[in-house]
């Protein structure tokens, strides 16, 4: 049988999606324990998520930003009886991977690890979490490495422009518009980023996610060490008095040396729970989410401006916003602008044509189900529903309510959250 090259191959569309059973239990102390099952490789991932990103230093250091980053990325710099090498060497010991992460919101100790180690890897586990010493010296290696990456960043376009655009959004001291600064990272005090880890971290309650080749005797080992940890049972005060920003002028920040602009063009949006979010997010993917979107073709393909442009929803536990972001020659930025406001013209008054529409869902649903590949992939996927509070068929039904959108809903989606007014403008370069 001889292969027509000319016909592409037949393909079945994806309409929906199976994932395996989340087990939830609970420790001796309180702490919720979620079990993602997937015996694929005898390795797993423990993951202790504290509310201890930086929202939270509005409450414990509000003068003071940059605790958050700082207490969470130091918890493997010394222990009460390990120094940094030596918690470095012992999980080198046992084949584990450590990472440490602070975001907007939340902050992790994730740890990875073969399953007959477990055992091993715990007992550091839990010492990392209950008896860091926060060293002088190891803060001020962690400071010199972040201040030289943030002077490095900041003469970059894009970083700055992100930056930038975050604070128009938000505001400067919003915990969603607050980015790390050279001058604050410098003068902050180590007292500091210890009261933020006695205040947001320490004896606080946390979320603990396994993922992998895990059973009933994995939960009971981890009990046996986070589940006798002391935990309090206060809760956290709301975060209260965060003004958002009114100003609705562009932001053009200048360099004359710079042969390029970045530009960033959004607005504040919605979080995932929003009844419009699957109608926002087919129609934020049919302009600029994909390589085949519209801004591609027209600012890429046709018009030669970008390697580059895109646009995204990021959504985070109380807020989220909506970005078109890319980098062109500085003698083609309003063009590229005026592009940009075309293109979301054409989506509020002519329907997108079927075979398009089906295109970007057919991609969208293969996105999806390609992020759940291993067992560590589709506990990320979990995590929307375990930490942000999402209905328990969120991921179920992902590729459905992604399906069920239509042209018609794509215009008016488009005419509700994509008025050109709305959207907030920074340039970094010239205009």
């Given at each position: 049988?001889?292969?027509?090259?000319?016909?592409?191959?037949?393909?079945?569309?994806?309409?929906?999606?199976?994932?395996?059973?989340?087990?939830?239990?609970?420790?001796?102390?309180?702490?919720?324990?979620?079990?993602?099952?997937?015996?694929?490789q005898?390795?797993?991932r423990?993951?202790?998520v504290?509310?201890?990103?930086?929202?939270y230093?509005?409450?414990?250091?509000?003068?003071?930003?940059?605790?958050?980053?700082?207490?969470?990325?130091?918890?493997?710099?010394?222990?009460?009886?390990?120094?940094?090498?030596?918690?470095?060497?012992?999980f080198?010991?046992?084949?584990?991977?450590?990472?440490?992460?602070?975001?907007?919101?939340?902050?992790?100790?994730?740890?990875?690890?073969?399953?007959?180690?477990?055992?091993?890897?715990?007992?550091?586990?839990?010492?990392?979490?209950t008896?860091?010493?926060?060293?002088?010296?190891?803060?001020?290696?962690?400071?010199?490495?972040?201040?030289?990456?943030?002077?490095?960043n900041?003469e970059?376009?894009?970083?700055l422009?992100?930056?930038?655009?975050?604070?128009?959004?938000?505001?400067?001291?919003?915990?969603?518009?607050?980015?790390?600064?050279?001058?604050?990272?410098?003068?902050?005090?180590?007292?500091?980023v210890?009261?933020?880890?006695?205040?947001?971290?320490?004896?606080?309650?946390?979320?603990?996610?396994?993922?992998?080749?895990?059973?009933?005797?994995?939960?009971?080992?981890?009990?046996?060490?986070?589940?006798q940890?002391?935990?309090?049972?206060?809760?956290?005060?709301?975060?209260?008095?965060?003004?958002?920003?009114?100003?609705?002028?562009?932001?053009l920040?200048?360099?004359?040396?710079?042969?390029?602009?970045s530009?960033?063009?959004?607005?504040?949006?919605?979080?995932?729970?929003?009844?419009?979010?699957?109608k926002?997010?087919?129609?934020?993917?049919?302009?600029?989410?994909?390589?085949?979107?519209?801004?591609?073709?027209n600012i890429?393909?046709?018009?030669?401006?970008?390697?580059g442009?895109?646009?995204?929803?990021?959504?985070?536990?109380?807020?989220?916003?909506?970005?078109?972001?890319?980098?062109?020659?500085?003698?083609?930025?309003?063009?590229?602008?005026?592009?940009?406001h075309?293109?979301?013209?054409?989506?509020?008054?002519?329907p997108?044509?079927?075979?398009?529409l089906?295109?970007?869902?057919?991609?969208?649903?293969?996105e999806f189900?390609?992020?759940?590949?291993?067992?560590?992939?589709?506990?990320d996927?979990?995590?929307?529903?375990?930490?942000?509070?999402?209905?328990a068929?969120?991921?179920?039904?992902?590729?459905?309510?992604?399906?069920?959108?239509?042209?018609e809903?794509?215009?008016?989606t488009?005419?509700?959250?994509?008025?050109?007014?709305?959207?907030?403008?920074?340039?970094?370069?010239?205009?």
């Amino acid at each position: 049988m001889t292969l027509d090259r000319t016909q592409a191959p037949p393909f079945q569309a994806i309409q929906d999606v199976r994932l395996p059973d989340i087990q939830k239990h609970t420790l001796d102390n309180g702490l919720p324990l979620y079990l993602i099952s997937v015996d694929q490789q005898p390795i797993l991932r423990i993951e202790c998520v504290f509310d201890a990103g930086t929202w939270y230093e509005q409450i414990f250091t509000p003068d003071q930003p940059g605790t958050a980053f700082f207490a969470m990325k130091m918890l493997a710099d010394g222990t009460k009886t390990r120094s940094s090498a030596q918690i470095s060497e012992y999980f080198d010991r046992y084949g584990a991977f450590l990472e440490l992460n602070s975001g907007p919101d939340r902050a992790s100790v994730v740890v990875y690890c073969l399953t007959k180690f477990l055992p091993n890897v715990l007992t550091l586990l839990r010492e990392l979490i209950t008896e860091p010493v926060f060293p002088q010296k190891e803060l001020e290696d962690l400071r010199n490495i972040t201040l030289q990456g943030l002077r490095i960043n900041y003469e970059k376009n894009a970083y700055l422009a992100s930056v930038l655009f975050r604070e128009k959004l938000f505001g400067p001291t919003h915990p969603y518009g607050r980015s790390q600064r050279p001058d604050v990272v410098a003068q902050l005090p180590r007292e500091a980023v210890v009261r933020f880890y006695e205040q947001a971290i320490h004896h606080r309650p946390f979320r603990i996610i396994v993922a992998g080749a895990a059973t009933e005797n994995e939960v009971l080992l981890i009990n046996r060490e986070l589940g006798q940890l002391p935990i309090r049972s206060e809760a956290l005060s709301p975060v209260s008095g965060l003004a958002l920003p009114d100003d609705e002028l562009p932001v053009l920040s200048e360099k004359a040396d710079s042969i390029q602009s970045s530009i960033r063009l959004g607005r504040r949006l919605f979080t995932r729970a929003h009844p419009d979010f699957f109608k926002m997010l087919v129609t934020n993917e049919i302009l600029g989410g994909y390589f085949g979107s519209r801004l591609m073709k027209n600012i890429r393909e046709e018009k030669g401006f970008t390697y580059g442009v895109s646009s995204n929803m990021p959504s985070f536990r109380h807020e989220g916003y909506f970005l078109i972001g890319t980098d062109v020659n500085k003698e083609n930025t309003q063009q590229t602008l005026d592009e940009i406001h075309k293109e979301i013209r054409i989506l509020q008054n002519n329907p997108v044509p079927t075979d398009e529409l089906e295109i970007v869902k057919n991609y969208m649903a293969g996105e999806f189900v390609g992020s759940l590949n291993t067992p560590f992939e589709i506990a990320d996927r979990y995590k929307v529903i375990l930490l942000d509070g999402m209905p328990a068929d969120f991921l179920t039904a992902y590729i459905q309510r992604i399906r069920a959108v239509t042209p018609e809903e794509i215009m008016e989606t488009a005419n509700r959250y994509l008025t050109v007014e709305q959207l907030r403008e920074v340039v970094v370069g010239s205009k």
